[in-house]
Nanobody
Framework: QVQLVESGGGLVQAGGSLRLSCTAS????????MGWFRQVPGKEREFLAA???????LYAQSVKGRATISRDNVKNMVYLQMSSLKPEDTAVYYC???????????????WGQGTQVTVSS
């Protein structure tokens, strides 16, 4: 059983940047593909980025060029660096893990509780 805890959310001004962190525990985390998602109330959860066990990455078109996903397998951490933030980036951001290849869908095995990111204009 993998537990995921996100941190780093908060209030950011438009045009700013932030780095979200996800701490993984409870499993052999190096074996899992890790992903970041976000969700706005009333809308479907949206894939943002994924990183494979050997550091290959996959990005959604909506954040490509503004987001960088990375992982530290020693520290069991996954990060999402986002820049040029817009008010429409306001959402709850989730970290997730799956025992398989990178995908841009929602079929992940474990999810964190989420961290709120609010971008003010």
């Amino acid at each position: 059983q993998v537990q995921l805890v996100e941190s780093g959310g908060g209030l950011v001004q438009a045009g700013g940047s932030l780095r979200l962190s996800c701490t993984a525990s409870g499993g052999t985390n190096n074996w899992y593909t890790m992903g970041w998602f976000r969700q706005v109330p009333g809308k479907e959860r949206e894939f943002l980025a994924a990183v494979s066990t050997n550091h290959y990455t996959l990005y959604a078109q909506s954040v490509k060029g503004r987001a960088t996903i990375s992982r530290d397998n020693v520290k069991n951490m996954v990060y999402l660096q986002m820049s040029s933030l817009k008010p429409e980036d306001t959402a709850v951001y989730y970290c997730a893990a799956r025992a398989g290849a990178m995908i841009n869908g929602l079929d992940y095995d474990y999810w964190g509780q989420g961290t709120q990111v609010t971008v003010s204009s």
